[in-house]
């Protein structure tokens, strides 16, 4: 299947990078024979590379990063081999090390990482055993560690952390006793706080934040 290539537009960056990358890339991802490979999820990394998600023919939907050039555009790691798409979603980035939810074909979807530093992409921890997946989502950098959900048609929709290891990644609040979903969504860092949106069997849905412990893990307030 022929190759074709698309210009990527350009990407709203910081405004201390937003020079560097003016006109960043003309024609550097080969796509899929419809001509579009849907580049998704730019995450600036290290000051100098731009991490994404795209699709070609060769190696499905798969994780991608970029310096600029065409030259410095390139697959990073066929997570899931061959035509198969491991489709990386939700793309953070701490220091040198990307975070994103993914599928390798064996283990479902979940939390796996790229280290720009030292070049290697792994699984950080298979939070939902064999096939079965946990959806990782709503992935936000806070105290140096990502924060995420898991989504509410599953037992273990709560809010989790990870240092990056397996052992560094635990559950921060569990669902609540009564069996009520907790179902954290829309998880943003402000000055040192971690707010987002909850479930429990008193308040129901309202406005939550937290210290990144459990038991700074607090309702704001039943605003209804």
Request: charged share 15%; proline share 4%.
């Amino acid at each position: 299947m022929a190759a074709v290539w698309v210009c990527m537009a350009v990407l709203i960056l910081p405004a201390s990078h937003a020079a560097d990358f003016t006109q960043l890339v003309k024609g550097a991802v080969p796509v899929m024979d419809n001509g579009n490979s849907n580049p998704q999820y730019f995450v600036y990394v290290n000051g100098a590379t731009i991490y994404f998600a795209a699709t070609t023919a060769e190696n499905g939907r798969e994780l991608w990063k970029t310096d600029g050039t065409q030259e410095g555009s390139a697959l990073v790691y066929d997570i899931n081999p061959g035509a198969n798409s491991s489709s990386p979603k939700y793309l953070v980035s701490h220091d040198q090390v990307v975070y994103f939810a993914a599928d390798d074909g064996v283990n479902g979807v979940e939390l796996w990482k790229s280290n720009e530093g030292d070049g290697l992409t792994t699984m950080v921890m298979d939070i939902k055993p064999g096939e079965l997946s946990s959806f990782p989502q709503a992935l936000t950098i806070f105290n140096d560690m990502v924060y995420f959900s898991i989504p509410e048609m599953y037992a273990t929709s709560n809010l989790w952390k990870s240092d990056g290891t397996n052992a560094g990644t635990v559950q921060v609040r569990a669902n609540n006793p009564t069996g009520v979903v907790f179902a954290p969504y829309f998880l943003t860092n402000l000055n040192g706080t971690l707010f987002f949106s909850a479930n429990d069997s008193v308040n129901r849905r309202e406005l939550w934040k937290s210290d990144g412990t459990t038991a700074g893990t607090t309702v704001v307030r039943d605003i209804r």
